[in-house]
Protein backbone atom coordinates (compact mmCIF):
# COMPACT_ATOMS: atom_id res chain seq x y z
CA UNK A 1 0.00 0.00 0.00
CA UNK A 2 1.45 3.22 -1.09
CA UNK A 3 1.41 6.26 1.86
CA UNK A 4 0.12 9.32 -0.26
CA UNK A 5 1.77 12.47 1.82
CA UNK A 6 -0.54 15.60 1.49
CA UNK A 7 0.89 17.78 -0.95
CA UNK A 8 2.22 21.20 1.38
CA UNK A 9 -0.47 24.40 0.73
CA UNK A 10 0.80 26.73 -1.48
CA UNK A 11 2.88 30.34 -0.16
CA UNK A 12 -0.25 31.61 -2.07
CA UNK A 13 -2.82 29.90 -0.13
CA UNK A 14 -0.89 30.51 3.52
CA UNK A 15 -0.39 34.30 2.32
CA UNK A 16 -4.53 34.58 1.99
CA UNK A 17 -5.07 32.46 5.16
CA UNK A 18 -2.32 34.87 6.88
CA UNK A 19 -4.10 38.06 5.39
CA UNK A 20 -7.60 36.69 6.77
CA UNK A 21 -6.47 36.37 10.34
CA UNK A 22 -5.02 39.74 10.18
CA UNK A 23 -8.22 41.13 8.85
CA UNK A 24 -9.92 39.53 11.75
CA UNK A 25 -7.80 40.68 14.37
CA UNK A 26 -7.75 44.35 12.94
CA UNK A 27 -11.72 44.04 13.33
CA UNK A 28 -12.02 42.55 16.40
CA UNK A 29 -9.84 45.64 17.70
CA UNK A 30 -11.75 48.14 15.86
CA UNK A 31 -14.99 46.42 17.27
CA UNK A 32 -13.45 46.49 21.20
CA UNK A 33 -12.15 50.32 20.77
CA UNK A 34 -15.76 51.85 19.13
CA UNK A 35 -17.01 51.99 22.43
CA UNK A 36 -14.42 53.52 24.31
CA UNK A 37 -14.28 57.05 25.20
CA UNK A 38 -12.25 59.05 23.40
CA UNK A 39 -9.95 60.15 26.34
CA UNK A 40 -8.68 56.64 26.75
CA UNK A 41 -8.31 56.24 23.28
CA UNK A 42 -5.81 59.47 23.54
CA UNK A 43 -4.51 57.93 26.08
CA UNK A 44 -3.31 54.63 24.86
CA UNK A 45 -2.22 56.65 21.99
CA UNK A 46 0.32 58.38 23.92
CA UNK A 47 1.44 54.64 24.87
CA UNK A 48 1.23 53.12 21.45
CA UNK A 49 3.46 56.19 19.48
CA UNK A 50 6.50 55.62 22.70
CA UNK A 51 6.54 52.20 21.24
CA UNK A 52 6.26 53.04 17.53
CA UNK A 53 8.68 55.80 18.08
CA UNK A 54 11.38 53.30 19.75
CA UNK A 55 10.74 50.20 17.23
CA UNK A 56 9.62 51.86 13.93
CA UNK A 57 12.75 53.27 12.42
CA UNK A 58 10.31 54.05 8.86
CA UNK A 59 7.44 56.44 10.62
CA UNK A 60 10.14 57.76 12.69
CA UNK A 61 12.48 58.67 9.54
CA UNK A 62 10.04 59.85 7.62
CA UNK A 63 8.33 62.13 9.90
CA UNK A 64 11.90 63.39 10.57
CA UNK A 65 12.71 63.85 7.38
CA UNK A 66 9.24 65.72 6.41
CA UNK A 67 9.30 68.05 9.49
CA UNK A 68 12.65 68.98 8.31
CA UNK A 69 11.80 70.46 5.04
CA UNK A 70 8.41 71.89 6.82
CA UNK A 71 10.14 73.61 9.57
CA UNK A 72 13.73 74.15 8.98
CA UNK A 73 14.24 76.57 11.67
CA UNK A 74 13.77 74.36 14.56
CA UNK A 75 16.13 73.18 16.98
CA UNK A 76 16.95 69.70 17.27
CA UNK A 77 14.57 68.78 20.42
CA UNK A 78 11.53 71.20 18.90
CA UNK A 79 12.38 68.35 15.93
CA UNK A 80 12.12 65.65 17.82
CA UNK A 81 8.64 67.39 20.14
CA UNK A 82 7.12 67.24 16.66
CA UNK A 83 8.17 63.80 15.73
CA UNK A 84 6.79 62.38 18.84
CA UNK A 85 3.79 64.53 18.69
CA UNK A 86 2.79 63.68 15.07
CA UNK A 87 3.23 59.63 16.05
CA UNK A 88 0.90 60.27 18.75
CA UNK A 89 -1.71 62.22 16.96
CA UNK A 90 -1.53 59.30 13.93
CA UNK A 91 -1.75 56.61 16.74
CA UNK A 92 -5.18 58.40 17.88
CA UNK A 93 -6.32 58.27 14.09
CA UNK A 94 -5.59 54.44 13.87
CA UNK A 95 -7.21 53.87 17.15
CA UNK A 96 -10.48 56.07 16.51
CA UNK A 97 -11.41 54.08 13.41
CA UNK A 98 -13.92 52.06 15.07
CA UNK A 99 -15.22 54.88 16.91
CA UNK A 100 -15.77 56.59 13.59
CA UNK A 101 -17.16 53.64 11.65
CA UNK A 102 -18.73 51.34 14.40
CA UNK A 103 -19.69 53.51 17.25
CA UNK A 104 -23.12 54.93 17.80
CA UNK A 105 -23.61 57.72 15.33
CA UNK A 106 -24.95 59.70 18.56
CA UNK A 107 -22.22 59.19 20.34
CA UNK A 108 -19.60 60.49 17.44
CA UNK A 109 -22.46 63.31 16.59
CA UNK A 110 -22.51 64.72 20.53
CA UNK A 111 -18.66 64.60 19.97
CA UNK A 112 -18.33 66.72 17.52
CA UNK A 113 -17.86 70.28 19.77
CA UNK A 114 -17.86 72.99 17.46
CA UNK A 115 -18.47 73.36 13.52
CA UNK A 116 -16.32 76.75 11.76
CA UNK A 117 -17.54 77.83 8.62
CA UNK A 118 -20.57 75.96 7.71
CA UNK A 119 -21.79 78.58 5.97
CA UNK A 120 -18.81 78.22 3.13
CA UNK A 121 -20.82 75.44 2.47
CA UNK A 122 -24.18 76.69 2.87
CA UNK A 123 -23.89 79.79 1.04
CA UNK A 124 -22.55 77.40 -2.02
CA UNK A 125 -25.74 75.33 -2.03
CA UNK A 126 -27.63 78.87 -1.98
CA UNK A 127 -26.27 79.55 -4.78
CA UNK A 128 -27.50 76.43 -6.35
CA UNK A 129 -23.61 75.71 -6.84
CA UNK A 130 -21.37 72.20 -5.54
CA UNK A 131 -18.84 72.08 -2.98
CA UNK A 132 -15.34 70.55 -3.29
CA UNK A 133 -14.32 69.75 0.01
CA UNK A 134 -10.49 69.03 0.27
CA UNK A 135 -9.62 67.03 3.36
CA UNK A 136 -6.25 66.44 3.94
CA UNK A 137 -4.78 63.62 6.16
CA UNK A 138 -4.90 65.97 9.24
CA UNK A 139 -7.11 65.22 12.84
CA UNK A 140 -9.31 62.79 12.19
CA UNK A 141 -10.57 62.76 8.37
CA UNK A 142 -13.06 59.90 8.97
CA UNK A 143 -14.93 62.20 11.27
CA UNK A 144 -14.89 64.79 9.02
CA UNK A 145 -16.81 61.77 6.44
CA UNK A 146 -19.32 61.55 9.06
CA UNK A 147 -20.05 64.75 9.57
CA UNK A 148 -20.51 65.38 5.76
CA UNK A 149 -22.61 62.86 4.89
CA UNK A 150 -24.73 63.48 7.76
CA UNK A 151 -25.75 66.91 6.72
CA UNK A 152 -25.30 67.27 3.18
CA UNK A 153 -25.27 64.51 0.05
CA UNK A 154 -21.73 63.68 -0.06
CA UNK A 155 -19.43 61.47 -3.22
CA UNK A 156 -16.11 60.52 -2.43
CA UNK A 157 -13.67 58.31 -3.73
CA UNK A 158 -12.93 55.04 -2.25
CA UNK A 159 -10.30 52.50 -3.32
CA UNK A 160 -10.62 48.90 -1.87
CA UNK A 161 -7.83 48.71 1.24
CA UNK A 162 -4.88 46.12 0.12
CA UNK A 163 -6.56 43.97 3.18
CA UNK A 164 -9.37 43.40 1.29
CA UNK A 165 -11.15 41.37 3.63
CA UNK A 166 -11.52 44.69 5.79
CA UNK A 167 -13.42 46.02 2.57
CA UNK A 168 -16.82 45.54 3.67
CA UNK A 169 -16.05 46.79 7.21
CA UNK A 170 -14.12 50.24 5.78
CA UNK A 171 -17.05 50.90 3.14
CA UNK A 172 -20.32 50.63 5.42
CA UNK A 173 -18.35 52.87 8.27
CA UNK A 174 -17.87 55.41 5.41
CA UNK A 175 -21.42 54.74 3.57
CA UNK A 176 -23.65 54.07 6.65
CA UNK A 177 -24.64 58.29 7.14
CA UNK A 178 -25.64 58.50 3.70
CA UNK A 179 -22.18 58.88 1.74
CA UNK A 180 -21.72 57.79 -1.92
CA UNK A 181 -18.49 55.89 -2.57
CA UNK A 182 -16.74 55.75 -6.33
CA UNK A 183 -14.34 54.36 -7.52
CA UNK A 184 -10.55 56.08 -8.27
CA UNK A 185 -10.98 55.58 -11.84
CA UNK A 186 -13.42 57.81 -14.76
CA UNK A 187 -15.82 56.60 -13.68
CA UNK A 188 -15.79 57.54 -10.51
CA UNK A 189 -14.92 61.02 -11.51
CA UNK A 190 -17.94 61.25 -14.01
CA UNK A 191 -19.73 60.61 -11.02
CA UNK A 192 -18.06 64.06 -9.01
CA UNK A 193 -19.20 66.09 -11.78
CA UNK A 194 -23.07 64.63 -11.66
CA UNK A 195 -22.89 66.00 -8.18
CA UNK A 196 -21.72 68.36 -8.49
CA UNK A 197 -23.70 69.35 -10.98
CA UNK A 198 -26.76 69.07 -8.35
CA UNK A 199 -25.37 71.43 -6.13
CA UNK A 200 -24.20 68.69 -4.17
CA UNK A 201 -20.78 67.56 -1.97
CA UNK A 202 -17.80 65.86 -2.76
CA UNK A 203 -14.15 65.19 -1.03
CA UNK A 204 -11.06 64.95 -2.62
CA UNK A 205 -7.87 63.98 -0.82
CA UNK A 206 -5.32 67.17 -1.78
CA UNK A 207 -2.16 65.42 -0.23
CA UNK A 208 -2.02 61.74 -2.02
CA UNK A 209 0.78 61.99 -4.56
CA UNK A 210 -0.60 60.81 -7.76
CA UNK A 211 0.86 58.84 -10.35
CA UNK A 212 2.87 60.31 -13.22
CA UNK A 213 0.75 61.84 -15.83
CA UNK A 214 -1.92 62.99 -13.23
CA UNK A 215 0.17 66.09 -11.54
CA UNK A 216 1.96 69.24 -11.70
CA UNK A 217 4.71 70.24 -9.33
CA UNK A 218 3.98 73.15 -6.96
CA UNK A 219 5.83 74.08 -3.73
CA UNK A 220 4.59 72.36 -0.60
CA UNK A 221 6.16 74.11 2.05
CA UNK A 222 8.81 75.58 -0.03
CA UNK A 223 9.79 72.07 -1.79
CA UNK A 224 8.11 70.98 -4.89
CA UNK A 225 5.67 68.55 -4.59
CA UNK A 226 3.76 66.26 -7.41
CA UNK A 227 -0.04 67.08 -6.70
CA UNK A 228 -2.99 66.13 -8.36
CA UNK A 229 -4.36 67.91 -10.85
CA UNK A 230 -8.11 66.65 -10.91
CA UNK A 231 -9.41 69.88 -8.93
CA UNK A 232 -9.10 72.15 -12.00
CA UNK A 233 -10.79 69.74 -14.30
CA UNK A 234 -14.00 69.45 -11.87
CA UNK A 235 -14.19 72.95 -11.34
CA UNK A 236 -14.08 73.98 -14.96
CA UNK A 237 -16.64 71.84 -15.85
CA UNK A 238 -19.20 72.65 -12.78
CA UNK A 239 -18.23 76.72 -10.96
CA UNK A 240 -17.94 74.26 -8.12
CA UNK A 241 -16.96 75.92 -4.70
CA UNK A 242 -14.00 74.96 -3.54
CA UNK A 243 -13.19 74.60 0.59
CA UNK A 244 -10.89 72.97 3.14
CA UNK A 245 -12.24 70.76 5.38
CA UNK A 246 -10.89 69.17 8.62
CA UNK A 247 -11.84 67.56 11.73
CA UNK A 248 -9.25 68.88 14.42
CA UNK A 249 -8.67 66.78 17.62
CA UNK A 250 -9.43 69.00 20.69
CA UNK A 251 -6.90 68.49 23.41
CA UNK A 252 -7.24 65.60 25.64
CA UNK A 253 -9.51 63.55 23.90
CA UNK A 254 -12.36 66.17 24.50
CA UNK A 255 -13.77 65.34 20.95
CA UNK A 256 -13.72 67.44 17.77
CA UNK A 257 -13.93 70.30 15.86
CA UNK A 258 -14.83 70.73 12.31
CA UNK A 259 -13.33 73.43 10.07
CA UNK A 260 -14.05 74.92 7.04
CA UNK A 261 -11.65 77.49 5.49
CA UNK A 262 -12.32 79.31 2.28
CA UNK A 263 -9.72 77.93 -0.58
CA UNK A 264 -7.02 79.78 -1.90
CA UNK A 265 -8.02 82.28 -4.69
CA UNK A 266 -5.66 79.85 -7.05
CA UNK A 267 -7.27 76.89 -6.94
CA UNK A 268 -10.13 78.47 -9.41
CA UNK A 269 -7.16 78.55 -12.19
CA UNK A 270 -7.16 77.20 -15.38
CA UNK A 271 -3.47 76.54 -15.42
CA UNK A 272 -3.02 73.30 -13.62
CA UNK A 273 0.24 73.88 -12.13
CA UNK A 274 -1.47 77.53 -10.53
CA UNK A 275 -3.85 75.50 -9.64
CA UNK A 276 -1.89 73.10 -7.81
CA UNK A 277 0.11 75.60 -5.93
CA UNK A 278 -3.08 76.74 -4.36
CA UNK A 279 -4.14 73.40 -3.45
CA UNK A 280 -0.96 73.15 -1.52
CA UNK A 281 -1.47 76.67 -0.24
CA UNK A 282 -4.95 74.97 1.18
CA UNK A 283 -3.08 72.07 2.90
CA UNK A 284 -0.78 74.56 4.24
CA UNK A 285 -3.61 76.48 5.96
CA UNK A 286 -5.12 73.46 7.68
CA UNK A 287 -2.02 72.42 8.80
CA UNK A 288 -1.29 75.64 10.63
CA UNK A 289 -4.37 75.16 12.89
CA UNK A 290 -2.28 72.14 14.41
CA UNK A 291 0.79 71.26 13.01
CA UNK A 292 0.81 67.96 15.34
CA UNK A 293 -2.21 66.70 13.65
CA UNK A 294 -0.94 66.28 10.16
CA UNK A 295 0.06 62.75 9.07
CA UNK A 296 3.57 64.22 8.29
CA UNK A 297 4.30 59.62 8.22
CA UNK A 298 3.16 60.04 4.57
CA UNK A 299 6.03 60.46 2.04
CA UNK A 300 4.83 63.91 0.17
CA UNK A 301 7.95 64.55 -1.08
CA UNK A 302 8.91 61.63 -2.87
CA UNK A 303 8.68 62.09 -6.69
CA UNK A 304 11.02 65.16 -7.40
CA UNK A 305 10.99 67.37 -10.76
CA UNK A 306 14.50 65.76 -11.44
CA UNK A 307 13.16 62.23 -11.63
CA UNK A 308 9.97 63.59 -14.06
CA UNK A 309 13.43 64.84 -16.16
CA UNK A 310 15.65 62.18 -15.49
CA UNK A 311 18.10 61.07 -18.50
CA UNK A 312 19.17 57.36 -18.82
CA UNK A 313 22.12 56.88 -16.24
CA UNK A 314 20.72 59.30 -13.78
CA UNK A 315 20.88 58.58 -10.73
CA UNK A 316 19.44 61.17 -7.75
CA UNK A 317 19.71 61.47 -3.60
CA UNK A 318 15.93 60.79 -2.85
CA UNK A 319 14.98 62.67 0.72
CA UNK A 320 14.31 59.68 2.09
CA UNK A 321 16.77 58.13 1.69
CA UNK A 322 18.72 57.12 5.34
CA UNK A 323 22.06 58.50 5.33
Known amino acids: MVNRVSPKPSRKKSARKSQRLQAQGVNWLWRLLSGRRLKTLWWLAGLSSRVLYAISRRERHVTRRNVEVAYPEDSAERRRERVRESLRHSAATMLELGFAWIGAPEKIEASIVNVHGRELLDDARAENRGVIVLAPHFGNWEVLNFWLSSHFPFTAMYEPPKMI?????????????????????PRGVAALLKALKRAEAVGILPDQEPGWGSGAF??????????ATLLPKLVARTQARVVTGVARRVP???GFEIHFLAADERVYDTDEAISAAGVNACVESAVALDPAQYQWEYKRWKKTPEEQQKTPGYRERRLYTRR
Open 165 to 185: ELDPIIRHGRERMGAELVPTN
Open 218 to 227: ADFFGRPAYT
Open 252 to 254: DGK
